[in-house]
């Protein structure tokens, strides 16, 4: 291997990710991923669609391509199209792209059961399709579909069709493990033997991670030199999915001193807007894009990290537009705390910090979750004094619940001194009571209401109806995003004392 390869990344989520289970993009949605992807992430080439899949899909290619033509990027728009006479050329150039990815067939029992065609039959369509496009000014890059297999079970046939095809003007040959069957020792293994034979042809590999060694697997191909890499922002795919991206360029970058184009400090941004639009949540410990994995729990963790960032490796979350967190709960210690308490400029003397570490480690204890804006509180509740809370109280409300009837809130509050008195109806009694807050906040006070980004429940497991109910809320305030929590065995109870523990932050 060169020692500092260049790796072209092609992004397929909106090919490949699209055939995630339950996943469909609209056409703006596509248009908006692939200007990140292209814009912002920086990746050379991404594939859009399927070819013939549907009016909608011409309509997001189409969309796509006449952005980027305006933009000079449109070689670098694909879109994947099947062996089928002058069909899909037709679609893709019909919907203004200039790259067919070409679906073949890389292993002898799909040409056979699938196509019903011979080795011989299946090139002499391939070529013709190629010439078809060329003609119509398409580039073409071959897709050898099941080509893992095709490397087990019929390596005779795989080497016949690239033979078969390697003068017919193709620009890259793509080699999928489709099912997802391969390890690291069979990638380098097959991988060689198509560079041994074939070194002056470009290759490109796809993994699929039904045994979780996509990443692996995509390591392994670099190392036996292909010149490009499959990924899929947070992984979707078709099944267990692809390569995600952010892990593919953290290891390239730090373990192979590879160079790729890519703008590590936009993956998390992606990878957000990703996660909302294809409705697919990012599991908290997902590397690199994970909310958690950026933050440390333990407390010798945290005190190691005042000592020489002894518990910091490569991946320091600022490189991706992220933070480093300092967890609180019953594993934390006194260094946790600090930690946070010096990011909201807090500062206490020893005997305080043992009573509030306490507190929270016997908080912890019960299950509860601990977030850095209860720390205020927490503090002047073990120190028994008048904190940031009084600011704002909530002196009594009234929701009302009936069949056929909107809910209602009324409510009065204390707001640095003065009483406020509102009512509201609401789509819930939760949204009720906070429509009647946003009246004086917005109306009566002409301020700004927080934006409330996310709502969590948690109910304890167990089936008691008396159970407390867990609720965090996340809010956006002058672009700063914060958590609060309000626990309760009512649910609209528990959302309230959230909710009026964020005014009393942002009257701080
Ligand atoms: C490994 C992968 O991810 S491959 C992903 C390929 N992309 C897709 O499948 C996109 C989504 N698919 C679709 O929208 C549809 O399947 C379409 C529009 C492509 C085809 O739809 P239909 O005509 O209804 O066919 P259907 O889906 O039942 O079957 C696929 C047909 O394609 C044929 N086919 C399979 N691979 C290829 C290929 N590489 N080139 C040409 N035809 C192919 C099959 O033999 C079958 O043909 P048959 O009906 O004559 O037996
Ligand atoms: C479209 C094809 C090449 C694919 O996604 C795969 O083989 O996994």
């Not at 909106?14 to 995630?20: A, C, F, K, M, V």
């Not at 994947?80 to 029992?109: M, P, Q, Y």
């Not at 400090?265 to 909310?291: C, F, H, Q, T, W």
Request: hydrophobic share 40%; glycine share 6%; charged share 25%.
């Amino acid at each position: 291997m060169e020692n500092h390869p260049r790796i072209e990344i092609m992004d397929t989520t909106l090919r490949d990710g699209e055939q995630t289970n339950g996943v469909s993009f609209v056409p703006h949605e596509k248009l908006m991923i692939a200007r990140l992807l292209l814009e912002d992430l920086k990746v050379d080439r991404v594939e859009v669609a399927s070819a013939r899949v549907s009016e909608g899909e011409f309509n997001a290619v189409r969309m796509i391509c006449d952005w980027a033509a305006r933009r000079n990027m449109l070689p670098r728009v694909e879109v994947l199209g099947f062996v089928d006479g002058h069909v899909s050329v037709d679609w893709i150039h019909d919907a203004g792209c200039r790259v067919i990815n070409l679906l073949t067939k890389g292993s002898e029992k799909h040409c056979t059961y699938q196509l019903k065609k011979t080795l011989d039959e299946h090139i002499e369509d391939i070529r013709a399709v190629v010439s078809y496009a060329h003609e119509r000014d398409l580039d073409v890059n071959v897709y050898l579909e099941d080509w893992s297999n095709g490397m087990k079970d019929s390596p005779a046939y795989v080497f016949g069709l690239v033979d078969g095809l390697k003068d017919c003007g193709i620009r890259r040959f793509m080699l999928p493990d489709t099912l997802g069957i391969l390890n690291p020792l069979q990638v380098i293994e097959y991988m060689r033997k198509m560079k041994k034979r074939y070194p002056d042809l470009h290759f490109d590999f796809h993994a699929h991670n039904d045994y979780d060694l996509a990443v692996s697997n995509v390591l392994a191909a670099v190392l036996s030199g292909v010149k490009g890499l499959h990924t899929t922002i947070n992984g979707l795919g078709e099944r267990a999915g692809n390569a995600p991206l952010a892990s593919v360029q953290a290891i390239l970058k730090d373990h192979f001193h590879a160079v790729t184009n890519i703008d590590e400090s936009r993956l998390n941004d992606v990878s957000r807007v990703v996660e909302s639009y294809s409705g697919m949540s990012i599991p908290a410990n997902k590397p690199i894009v994970g909310e958690s994995v950026f933050t440390q729990v333990a407390g010798v963790h945290a005190d190691g990290d005042n000592k020489n960032n002894l518990y910091c490796n490569d991946l320091l979350p600022e490189r991706f537009g992220r933070v480093r967190e300092y967890a609180l709960g019953k594993t934390s210690g006194k260094a946790n705390i600090r930690k946070n308490l010096e990011s909201l400029g807090l500062e206490l003397d020893e005997d305080s910090m043992r009573k509030v570490t306490e507190r929270i480690i016997e908080l912890g204890d019960r299950k509860e979750l601990v977030t850095q804006e209860d720390l205020p509180y927490i503090i002047s509740d073990v120190l028994k004094h008048d904190g940031a809370q009084n600011k704002v109280k909530l002196l009594s409300y009234f929701v009302t619940l009936a069949q056929g009837l909107k809910p209602m809130a009324t409510l009065s509050i204390e707001i640095n001194g003065k009483v406020y008195q509102e009512s509201s109806s609401g789509d819930g009694q939760y949204d009720a009571f906070v429509r009647a807050l946003r009246k004086i906040y917005k109306g009566t006070l002409q301020r700004k209401f927080p934006m409330l980004t996310n709502y969590a429940v948690t109910i304890p497991p167990g089936g008691r109806t008396d159970a407390f109910v867990q609720t965090v809320i996340t809010w956006n305030y002058e672009d700063r995003e914060f958590r609060t929590r309000g626990l309760d065995a009512d649910q609209t109870e528990a959302a309230i004392k959230a909710t009026i523990k964020m005014l009393n932050i942002i009257e701080e």
